[in-house]
């Protein structure tokens, strides 16, 4: 037998039944992606859901049957739209050990830019920087985390209530939510296993694959019909281009600068019959590794931990002479030297900063007429570029990638903070 519920209950799974069959014709992509969540109502007296308009765990979508009947249609159709992108972006299964709260907003920032640029219209209270634009929710947590941690900085403010709550969302008690839902097969739907997931425990990763996938199916359908949003490009891009192991990379990006290390001051004796002047390789020993490292406020002392450890081990092993390490924003701060055998722990401290300019290291490097076999640069790859210097260069950056640097190799790195 039937559940009995209130009117408002009735009317409010009626008016989002509504909003999700308009945006299968205005917004396929959205649209389509958001069948995936079934609906259900909560309590609204329930704790800490007393003004939340939404929530998803990635399985339900959980509604405040008071808060939809008084909201707008468009600003129901976009609260659709920003918690299925979070889904499909896998935000509900990337929190691991972040504060909960500062990781729903750094979630809302990340994905309100990709909503408004498809067009919608953002709801009151949503939270929307346009600084925040191509940037992913971890690179938006580490920033406003910084920021929080500023001496002297003001509090930021709370998430608005009834605007987002992407993730966490309490399990309905018995009784209570909607056991229909409309369109799409049984197969649209993600099984319910009992087990989802919550901030802080493993990652669901079959249900966030089975996102991946839709989101990747519902592309092809929206082109078909010419109707892909931009913004929604620039997320599906993440899913198919996933970051690789970022310590494996490193490794062997050291390791081939050591198998790469040419000398001019003995030339090739191969070329030379050929009137061609080129270098030879110089394999008896590592030279110079310089790391760079961003200091303009969006690289967190976890991630510099993490980065310190994994060089540290590439450092016991291809002993290199010497590494250069140099602190910069808009300019160099600060430079240490390790040399090899001198017994000094290579630890990596966090410094204030300003903007970001990649110039002056390069400069610096120069103008010491420090050679390195290869530059690491930590950074979150948001600044000012010059030149291609003339050894290789890796850009390690912290968070997702926001667009390929003009030179150099990029890969993402995580750590938990």
């Known amino acids: 037998m039937k559940n009995f519920r209130p009117l408002e209950s009735e009317a409010a799974l009626t008016e989002l039944k509504r909003a999700r069959i308009a ?73 691991r050990g972040r504060d909960e709260a500062l990781w729903k907003r750094a979630c809302e920032y990340a994905i309100t830019p990709i909503v408004k640029d498809a067009g919608f219209e953002l709801p009151p209270g949503a939270l929307y920087e346009d600084r925040f634009r191509d940037h992913s929710a971890e690179q938006v947590y580490r920033l406003l985390r910084h ?32 056991d229909e839902d409309e369109g799409g097969s049984p197969g649209d739907k993600p099984e319910d296993s009992g087990d989802n997931p919550t901030p802080g425990n493993e990652p669901d990763t079959q249900t966030e694959h089975s996102w991946q996938i839709a989101a990747l199916q519902s592309e092809m359908a929206s082109k078909k019909r010419g109707s892909m949003p931009s913004g929604a490009e620039r997320m599906l891009n993440q899913i198919r281009n996933p970051s690789a192991d970022w310590r494996a990379i490193l490794r062997q990006f050291v390791r081939e600068a050591a198998k790469s290390d040419y000398t001019w001051s003995s030339p090739s004796r191969r070329y030379l019959p050929l009137g061609l002047y080129l270098p030879s390789l110089h394999s008896q020993k590592l030279g110079t590794i310089a790391v760079a490292i961003d200091t303009s406020g969006s690289i967190g002392q976890a991630e510099l931990n993490a980065f310190a450890a994994e060089l540290q081990g590439i450092i016991e ?17 600060h430079v240490q030297t390790f040399e090899k055998g001198g017994g000094d722990e290579f630890k990596l401290e966090l410094r204030g900063g300003g903007g970001t300019d990649f110039r002056p290291v390069f400069t610096y490097l120069e103008d010491y007429e420090i050679e390195p076999v290869c530059t690491v640069y930590l950074t979150d790859l948001l600044g000012v570029f010059g030149e291609e210097p003339e050894h290789p260069v890796l850009w390690c950056v912290s968070g997702r990638i926001p667009e390929q640097p003009p030179f150099g190799e990029a890969i993402e790195i995580e750590a938990v903070v």
């Open 23 to 95: 945006m299968l014709s205005t917004q396929p992509f959205f649209g389509a992606l958001s069948l995936k969540l079934q609906l259900q109502s909560y309590d609204p007296s329930g704790p800490h859901r007393s003004k939340t308009v939404m929530s998803t765990d990635g399985t339900v979508l959980r509604y405040n049957p008071a808060q939809v009947t008084e909201a707008r249609f468009e600003h129901l159709t976009s609260l659709i739209a920003m918690h299925t992108a979070s889904c499909a972006s896998g935000q509900p299964w990337r929190r």
């Open 317 to 333: 092993d291809a002993e290199p002479e010497k590494v250069v390490v140099l602190y910069a924003d808009a300019a160099v701060q």
């Open 147 to 178: 920021e929080q941690e500023k001496p002297g900085q003001q509090p930021q403010p709370q998430p608005q209530p009834g605007v987002s709550d992407v993730q966490d969302a309490p399990q309905p008690s018995e009784g209570e939510g909607d």
